[in-house]
């Protein structure tokens, strides 16, 4: 039963979410039907072991000095306890690997393409096929900017070791291995400004790897592209 619940208290009350950030993704929203989902099904396995052991504590509390019934080997009970977790462990897996690989899924076609490069100790972005790069300008925070409701492809490079991409209202979250070419796809479908941090303890200060990103209209977006580029035409 509570494994059949799982998609139906996954998808109701999305104002509730154990303590997880409101997902701007559609990535984000599928981890978090997953989050939710395990913790109902810890929650009413937690509930029902809590419920037996405080009945088994009253109900079989000392009152003399005979013993309760006991029943061992007893095979029916047996098989229910070894076969129900087992069926539990088994659907929660079933649902993982499914959300997973949505989540994994690359687009064929992404709508925008970011360069990341994480390096000790900041990023850097570029649009390949808007000939733009951004970086931190000493002082600030590098600020990547995409346009809201489309596929972005962030494509994952380290400079040196390894560091990690999370934006961690996106809800999700990719490694940047040296030597290893890590791609992921990011649907960002509410406008908005976040902080993105550097997830892999990189060293004394990985600290210092935030990046600010923004999800803007289309429009917003191509006046950004523009300005980048005017910008960086201005310096020698
Ligand atoms: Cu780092």
């Known amino acids: 039963m ?3 619940a799982v998609p139906a208290l996954a998808s109701c009350g999305s104002g509730f979410r154990f303590g997880a950030p409101d997902p701007v993704s559609e990535q984000g929203k599928e981890v978090l039907g997953l ?35 006991q029943s061992p080997y007893n095979i029916p009970v047996e098989i229910a306890y070894t076969v129900v977790p087992l069926l539990i462990v088994i659907a929660l897996f079933a649902y993982t690997v ?27 972005f570029s649009y390949p096929e808007e000939d733009v790069t951004v970086e ?14 489309s596929t972005v492809r962030f494509r994952l490079r380290t400079a040196d ?17 040296p030597g290893i070419d890590n791609e992921i796809d990011v ?3 509410q406008e908005g400004e976040w902080t993105g941090r ?38 020698p």
């Open 198 to 235: 550097c997830a892999e303890y990189c060293g004394l200060d990985h600290y210092r790897m935030d990046f600010t990103v923004a999800a803007v209209p289309d429009g917003e977006y191509q006046a950004w592209l523009d300005e980048q580029r005017s910008a960086s035409e201005e310096q």
């Open 35 to 69: 989050w939710n989902g395990f913790h109902w099904v810890a929650l009413g396995v937690g509930l029902l072991i809590w419920g037996l052991v405080l009945y088994s504590v009253l109900r079989y509390r000392r009152r003399n000095d005979e013993l309760p019934s």
């Open 187 to 189: 649907d960002v479908v």
């Open 161 to 177: 070791v390894i560091h990690s991409f999370w934006v961690p209202e996106f809800m999700v979250k990719r490694d940047l291995i």
């Open 2 to 4: 509570l494994v059949m």
């Open 136 to 149: 931190s300008d000493g002082v600030t925070f590098p600020r990547l900017v995409v346009p809201v409701d």
């Open 98 to 124: 499914v959300g997973e690989q949505k989540v994994t899924a690359l687009a064929d076609d992404p709508d925008v393409v970011v360069d990341v490069v994480g390096f000790q100790w900041s990023w850097q």
